[in-house]
């Protein structure tokens, strides 16, 4: 392969999750093996940069693998911060996380999201139990839509309950995987 763009996918070591997906040159793929530190190309900017340059959340990189076809490549990191520009740990993040995280971001005013977060971790930690109570009183007595609804509220809530306490739901993954 040339000068030719390769999709470059981006895996923890550690965990096995998928982080990120970037592009790569030679030059960039010849930049990451010398240095041991990942480089893309930026299609966007014209240019080759080095994860983490400006954040501060470098990948060292354990491992590089080319696909039989030689278009793709797997690289495999320990990240020294999270993969994603918005600070999720992955690019790839559930569509709930992202939304609370730009909410938090973005403090839209009237925001329940931000709102809950200014009141703080004990706050959101009664919303939770008064949540899980709701839930299963859904599920002993109520329709299969309410526990649903009941379920999307304890979820979301459980979700600003780990923001509120800077965790990030990949974390609850990662132990639930420790105890299969």
């Not at 930026?42 to 959340?57: A, D, H, I, P, V």
Request: hydrophobic content about 40%; glycine content about 6%.
């Amino acid at each position: 392969m040339s000068d030719e763009l390769r999709a470059a996918i981006v895996q923890d070591d550690a965990s096995g999750r998928v982080l990120m997906l970037g592009w790569m040159d030679e030059e960039a793929l010849a930049l990451t093996r010398s240095s041991g530190l990942l480089h893309f190309f930026s299609r966007s900017r014209q240019k080759l940069w080095r994860k983490g340059e400006t954040s501060g959340n470098t990948m060292h990189v354990v491992e590089i693998a080319h696909d039989c076809d030689d278009d793709a490549v797997l690289v495999r990191v320990s990240a020294d911060g999270p993969a994603c520009h918005d600070g999720a740990t992955s690019c790839f993040t559930p569509w709930l996380w992202r939304k609370i995280l730009r909410r938090e971001q973005d403090a839209p005013e009237g925001s329940y999201v931000v709102d809950l977060l200014h009141e703080g971790t004990s706050h959101v930690a009664r919303k939770v139990g008064e949540e899980a109570v709701e839930l299963v009183v859904a599920a002993l007595s109520e329709s299969d839509q309410r526990v649903i609804e009941e379920a999307a509220d304890l979820w979301f809530h459980t979700f600003v309950l780990l923001r509120s306490r800077g965790l990030d739901p990949a974390a609850v993954e990662d132990e639930l995987r420790r105890r299969e």
